[in-house]
């Protein structure tokens, strides 16, 4: 019977991934192109006007960031639960990506910032939570790079990864805490309070960023172990 | 009896701290030298400095207790003491334990005891600066505990300083932030809770972190 180990396996990785690889990326190209057109003919907002727009960038940014996150928490625990190398290839290369996205979120959100709060920056809950989330992540990152020893720098990651995701919530309130922020208007009970008009383009283009970080989340992975294997025949070469 | 090795651990750590380097002096300077340049920066007007005092004294602390994080398991674990402490009948979780206590026994209460007077200093009413010291006393625990975690992981790390305070200081924007804003809302008369969330804050931190550092530690003593 298969179960998430059967392809755990880097073996079967590798062939699932290189079958699925093309339609992830037609895909990815696809909900991206939708999202940005839709989101360009979508009308201006009557108190923000054409700067609503950021949004279908912004936002979605801001979700894959977080969901790399937690991928890379789960990927963590596999690790360290079931010492699986494919779960630290998976935390491993997810880590640049979701600082990847975090800086996009943290970019158009002060693009946005300007001619909405009139500043760059402002020290609002969600730039400030996400600042701290990226800090987090060049820390996860610093630390992978900073013990030579591969399997011991994927414990060690591992385990900061962890503390990492149970900390974030609590980061996250925080922050909360201290500022006033703009509510919940999406996922909140009562339905969306935004209006469809937007809502359809920011679903595509969420849709296309969270497909683009998996397209980009398997070609990494594929580059990972084919590197190591690259290594490893070098290793053996040489002895 | 596990007490009595555990009581002879945190003896010997304390000790170490108070005597070789006096790490103990070394963070009460950095934290009264931290604190004086603030002023200098910013400027002596001191209804603006009792503004900031919460937040730049509890910056100055962590900071200061940061300095002496990455010789804790560090200095053990160059010397070979790190593995007969690991072979001893304690498990490696009451090693971070003791470790974690004898840290905070020999930075996090010496900076809070200094802190009224640097509050005084500052133009803290004595509500705040009671405030303020309360919020350092329950919460510089989590800093060293914490800060624990951030050790064991960079242990093997030669410049493991240099990392220890990325890894750590975002896991303790919520320590700053309650503990501050304790000190703030007393300036504002308000009541905001800030000092209970902070006690939670700590005390989770200071319960979950000995398992976090021991595992890091194990991981960085097996190879």
Redesign the interface.
């Known amino acids: 019977m298969p179960s998430l180990f059967t392809y755990a396996n880097p073996k079967r990785f590798m062939d699932l991934s290189s079958a699925l690889l093309p339609w992830l990326t037609v895909a990815t190209v696809l909900f991206l192109f939708a999202g940005l057109v839709l989101g360009f003919l979508s009308p201006p907002d009557y108190q923000q006007g054409d700067t609503v727009k950021l949004m279908f960038l912004h936002v979605p940014a801001a979700w894959t960031a977080m969901m790399a996150y937690g991928l890379l928490a789960v990927a963590s625990f596999f690790s360290l639960v079931w010492r699986h190398p494919l779960a630290d290839v998976a935390a491993k290369t997810a880590a640049p990506l979701g600082a990847v996205f975090t800086v996009l979120g943290l970019v158009t959100g002060s693009l946005w910032g300007r001619p909405m709060w009139g500043a760059w920056w402002v020290w609002d809950a969600r730039l400030t939570s996400f600042l701290l989330l990226l800090f987090l992540y060049l820390g996860y990152i610093a630390l992978w790079n900073a013990i030579e020893d591969e399997t011991r720098a994927a414990r060690a990651a591992a385990i900061l990864g962890l503390v990492g995701a149970i900390n974030l919530p609590i980061i996250e309130f925080s922050v909360n805490w201290q500022t006033l922020h703009q509510g919940e208007s999406i996922f909140r009970e009562g339905g969306p309070t935004i209006a469809s008009v937007f809502l359809w383009p920011l679903g595509f283009s969420g849709l296309g960023y969270t497909l683009l970080f998996f397209t980009l989340w398997f070609v990494r992975i594929r580059t990972e172990i084919l590197e190591r294997r690259a290594r490893a025949l070098l290793l053996a070469g040489a002895a | 009896m596990r007490m009595t090795p555990f009581l002879s651990l945190l003896a010997r750590d304390i000790r170490l701290a108070t005597r070789a380097g006096g790490s103990v002096a070394l963070a009460l300077a950095f934290f009264a030298a931290m604190a004086t340049l603030v002023p200098l920066g910013v400027g002596n007007d001191l209804k603006l400095l009792a503004r900031a005092a919460a937040g730049v004294l509890w910056v100055a602390a962590v900071l200061a207790a940061l300095l002496s994080l990455n010789r804790l398991f560090q200095a053990d674990f160059e010397d070979g003491s790190l593995d007969l402490i690991a072979l001893s009948p304690l498990s490696l979780e009451s090693v971070a334990a003791a470790k974690i206590l004898g840290h905070w026994l020999t930075t996090g209460l010496p900076l809070t005891l200094l802190s009224p007077l640097l509050g005084l200093m500052f133009g803290l009413p004595p509500e705040a600066i009671a405030v303020l010291t309360v919020s350092l006393l329950i919460g510089t625990p989590a800093v060293s505990a914490?800060g624990a975690?951030g050790a064991g992981?960079?242990l093997?790390?030669r410049?493991?300083g240099l990392?220890l305070p990325?890894?750590v200081?975002?896991?303790l924007?919520?320590a700053v932030?309650?503990g501050a804003?304790a000190v703030r809302g007393v300036l504002d008369g308000l009541s905001n809770g800030?000092l209970l969330?902070l006690a939670a804050?700590a005390l989770a931190a200071t319960v979950?972190s000995p398992f976090?550092a021991a595992?890091?530690v194990r991981?960085?003593l097996?190879?």
């Open positions: 914490l975690i992981l960079t093997t790390i410049r493991g990392i990325l890894l200081l975002p896991l924007a919520p932030i309650f804003g800030a969330f804050f979950l976090a595992a890091a991981l960085n097996a190879g």
